[in-house]
């Protein structure tokens, strides 16, 4: 499958667009991946399997620092992937969009919808990370707060990377502009909330404050008692599946 690639900012952002078939449904169903994801990973795949059978418009895509797009990811921050995902949901997507967005892409969705002025049908949010950042300060201790304003950047240990992950001061602060729960925002887009209470990275009590923010009357949380963060065994994605088909 041939890749593509957009400069934005000066930078190389690797996308793949799927145009719509002759006879397919006439909507765009944009993916948002996680922090340190990227546009091939399983339920962006899964959605590649779906769009063969419905014909719909594809778009998925590698923020900078990630995947095949070029940049550092730890000079990175929230507001260049918000940026990016917006650029190319306004120049590459062709008609109603759904927006898929799994992890930190469930936070990138919620806000884009708050500003973009293409018509959404409907987000699809995928164990949401919204507001994660704050989250990462409320959760040090005085120790890690203290080594924390002395090295200006935060070292989380993830049990999907052999690395750490690096959240700089400048990332935790420039994502200040983008918090949704602690503003009055009011999220007016049809949703669908996935949650797995296996989840260690997002909390259940987050996914109700941002249910309480969506005004829509067609908005559903749909809690699966056996599924993890990632959700992408089997089962997940059919549970995936059914959100996204919801929405046609």
Request: contains cysteine.
């Amino acid at each position: 499958m041939l890749k593509s690639y957009i400069l934005i900012k000066k930078k190389k952002i690797s996308y793949i667009l799927r145009k719509k078939t002759k006879d397919g449904i006439k909507r765009s169903i944009v993916f948002l991946c996680g922090y340190r994801s990227d546009k091939n990973g399983t339920k962006a795949k899964f959605i590649e399997k779906l769009r063969k059978e419905y014909g719909f418009e594809y778009l998925r895509f590698d923020y900078s620092g990630h995947g095949d797009s070029s940049g550092d990811i730890n000079n990175l921050h929230l507001s260049d992937w918000i940026n990016e995902s917006r650029v190319l949901i306004d120049s590459k997507t062709n008609y109603p969009l759904i927006i898929v967005g799994s992890s930190m892409g469930g936070w990138i969705a919620f806000y884009l919808s708050l500003i973009i002025k293409k018509k959404i049908l409907g987000i699809v949010g995928i164990a949401s990370a919204i507001d994660f950042t704050l989250k990462l300060i409320k959760n040090l201790t005085n120790l890690e707060y203290k080594k924390y304003i002395n090295k200006k950047e935060i070292r989380i240990s993830s049990k999907y990377s052999e690395t750490p992950y690096v959240f700089t001061s400048k990332f935790i602060k420039d994502s200040k502009k983008f918090l949704l729960l602690t503003k009055k925002v009011k999220i007016k887009k049809k949703t669908i909330l996935l949650y797995g209470l296996q989840d260690t990275s997002v909390s259940l009590e987050s996914q109700v404050q941002l249910l309480k923010r969506i005004s829509h009357s067609e908005t559903t949380l749909i809690i699966s008692k056996k599924s993890d963060h990632r959700m992408s065994s089997d089962y997940d994605l059919k549970i995936l599946k059914n959100a996204i088909l919801s929405m046609f």
